[in-house]
């Protein structure tokens, strides 16, 4: 090789691009050429000296550059991790990555679509199968209210001045509260997490078994329907009679007619009547305290005495899913989205296909944002997306979350 | 940037990136945003604009995403549109200069430094004596090599940028900058010529740490 050759490769040498031979040839040449080494050691001394360190960009340049590039998968691809060592919630979104990238598949978004029509399908069609068996029994009232207070006053305070019970089947958007800085635990695991978007496996067929009982066993109004055991005993009574037709009682029960209205009862027939219309009250009490827990907690929760249906939710979540979302609800109240992120992903994971977890994954999505803990409130929105019902209000959350991103 | 053995190449992932997967998208960015912003940053002088340029550029490629051909480099791809919209920025003449990124700032101790950039020579040595001292050399190396570079006609600085931060072979550089590659490979030789001769004082430091 000669100083020419050497001149024309001199850059490939320097940033070794060169083929091991001709490498070898040009360092025997400028072993024995001194303008050749100088010129060799120059420029390698000037690399070395401009080499600048690189500059690290902003820590919300990424998440800018997926936001504007990817809009609506940013959530998802932003969840997979830089490195093994990551957290529970980055795994969980790293699923709902992976679930969203198979999603992405025609065929797999078809297979799915149709399983979460059949899913939601389902409760629908038990319920109105076994509604058409019911219809034929009993007469669905508008409220559920006990008999009005002239004829009432001897029933329990506690069965006759609670107001009428909030209807389950309205779910309250409860606005953000904002909880402590630090999310709480992600309890989900990755399998479960993708039940709980799509509502496949066995729990989901439990849960909505479960949950399917639960709605048949509430009007509207909230109340027990009057198919129930404890309906029917509530409507034999004395002091029920004046509600077997559901609405305010238009005439008052039989107990009650000893001590009349306007005057006040006397004292021989005020105990009688007080104790012909305890026991029925008792049972009346009985009745609603045994029949109707639910609407118990439920009073408590409108009543803002967060703790005390917080209690009486979880006494009833093992074997309903709406008690168990209640239940979640009622501890965001009393001690904010710190502590009932979780609780909402318990709720979504026991009640995975169900309204009940979707609306879990919803309300613990909007904890989990007032709790600065973006990506994981995305990872539950975008598994929202897929449901029918939900994406809307999935959607509009996302765009809550950019636009705050955006804004910050 | 180039992946390593056991790394997915750029290509396999844009073809899964086509495919539908998104999470390949993402590792993209990972991969190619801090070379891809100081290949910005240096043409721009700007970090606000750098940051501009990346954030377009990766927009640009889901956009097209579907008419990159694997026959092609990805990263060549990558900084042809980066290269473009720095250009773009460039004829617009709404940029300035930063002096955080071209002039020397006052340290805690007096001495010149240029924030946020990474450990100093002085760092490696274990003499704490010596070490101030070469930290305030070093500092000031720094500053004149930022200087240089930024004095360097645009297409050899271009050149020079591809090849020494974003890592690129001469012959992808000849397909971003549009130019054959023994052009670009005497643009480089141009480049380290210039900057030898500006630099020539801190040369025989420069020996000394070989």
Redesign the interface.
């Known amino acids: 090789m000669d100083c020419e050759k050497v001149e024309s490769v ?3 040498e320097l ?1 070794g ?1 060169l083929d091991e031979l001709t490498s070898a040839a040009l360092r025997r040449h400028v072993a024995g050429c001194a303008r050749c080494s100088a010129l060799l ?18 820590h919300s ?2 998440a ?3 936001d ?3 809009p609506r ?1 940013a959530a ?3 969840a ?1 991790p ?1 490195s093994e060592d990551v957290s529970f919630g980055r795994r969980l979104a790293r699923i709902v ?2 679930a ?2 198979w999603a ?2 025609p065929q797999t978004a078809m297979a799915a679509l149709f399983l979460v029509m059949v899913g939601a399908a389902v409760p629908l069609l038990r319920g109105k199968s076994s509604r058409a068996a019911a219809n034929a029994e009993i007469r669905v009232t508008e409220q559920g209210m006990p008999a009005p207070a002239a004829t009432a006053a001897p029933i329990a305070p506690s069965a006759a001045a609670e107001p009428p019970p909030a209807p389950v089947a309205q779910v309250a958007r409860p606005s953000d509260v904002p909880g402590s800085p630090k999310p709480a635990a992600h309890a989900a695991t990755a399998e479960e997490f993708r039940e709980l978007a799509t509502g496949k496996g066995e729990a989901r067929d439990r849960e909505h078994d479960k949950d399917s009982r639960a709605l048949r066993e509430r009007t509207p109004s909230g109340a027990l329907a009057e198919n129930t055991p404890s309906r029917k005993a509530y409507a034999d009574s004395p002091a029920g009679a004046g509600v077997a037709g559901g609405g305010p009682a238009a005439r008052p029960a039989p107990a009650f007619a000893a001590a009349p209205p306007a005057a006040p009862p006397s004292p021989p027939a005020a105990p009688v009547a007080a104790a012909a219309a305890a026991p029925a009250s008792n049972a009346a009490a009985d009745d609603v305290g045994e029949t109707n827990p639910f609407d118990a907690a439920l009073s408590a929760y409108r009543a803002h005495r967060y703790a005390e249906a917080s209690r009486a939710f979880e006494a009833l979540a093992a074997g309903d899913p709406n008690a168990d979302l209640w239940a979640a609800r009622s501890l965001r109240e009393a001690s904010g989205c710190g502590a009932a992120a979780s609780r909402f992903d318990q709720v979504a994971r026991r009640a995975a296909g169900t309204p009940a977890g979707w609306d879990a994954l919803l309300e613990g999505a909007q904890c989990y944002r007032g709790n600065g803990d973006v990506p994981t409130a995305r990872a539950r929105l975008i598994a929202l997306l897929g449901v029918p019902g939900y994406k809307d209000r999935a959607q509009a959350e996302l765009d809550r979350l950019a636009r705050g991103r955006n804004g910050m | 940037m180039s992946p390593s053995r056991t790394e997915t190449t750029d290509e396999a992932l844009m073809s899964r990136f086509q ?5 390949a ?3 993209l ?2 991969r190619h ?3 891809l ?2 290949f910005a ?1 240096r043409q721009l002088r700007s ?1 606000p604009a ?2 501009e340029v ?3 550029t ?2 640009r ?2 956009q097209n995403a579907a008419e990159f051909k694997n026959a092609a480099r990805f990263s060549s791809w990558l900084y042809t549109i980066a290269r473009n919209l720095c250009i773009d920025s460039l004829r617009k003449g709404g940029l300035r200069r930063h002096p955080s990124l071209d002039e020397p700032q006052r340290g805690p101790h007096g001495a010149h430094s240029l924030g ?4 100093t020579l002085g760092d490696r040595t274990p003499d704490a004596k010596a070490s101030v001292e070469r930290a305030v050399v070093s500092s000031e ?2 500053a004149r ?2 200087a ?2 930024d004095e360097l006609p645009d297409d050899q600085r271009e050149v020079f940028l591809l ?3 974003s890592n690129l ?2 012959k992808e550089i000849a397909i971003i900058v549009d130019a054959p590659e023994n052009t670009v ?1 005497s643009r ?2 141009y480049a ?1 010529e210039r ?2 001769a500006t ?1 020539s004082e ?2 025989e ?3 000394a ?2």
């Open positions: 001199l850059m490939d940033y691009d050691d120059g420029f390698r001394a000037t690399r070395q000296l401009a080499a600048l360190p690189l500059v690290e960009p902003p340049l990424e800018r550059v997926l504007a590039a990817l998968a998802v691809s932003r997979v830089a990555s992976i969203g990238s992405m598949r | 495919s539908g997967e998104r999470m998208f993402t590792v960015v990972r945003q801090t070379p912003y100081n940053l970090g750098a940051e990346v954030q377009e990766f927009v490629v889901v946020g950039e990474g450990p190396i720094r090599v930022l240089a570079i090849r020494e931060v072979p001469f490979k480089m030789r380290l900057l030898q630099l801190f040369e430091y420069a020996r740490l070989r």
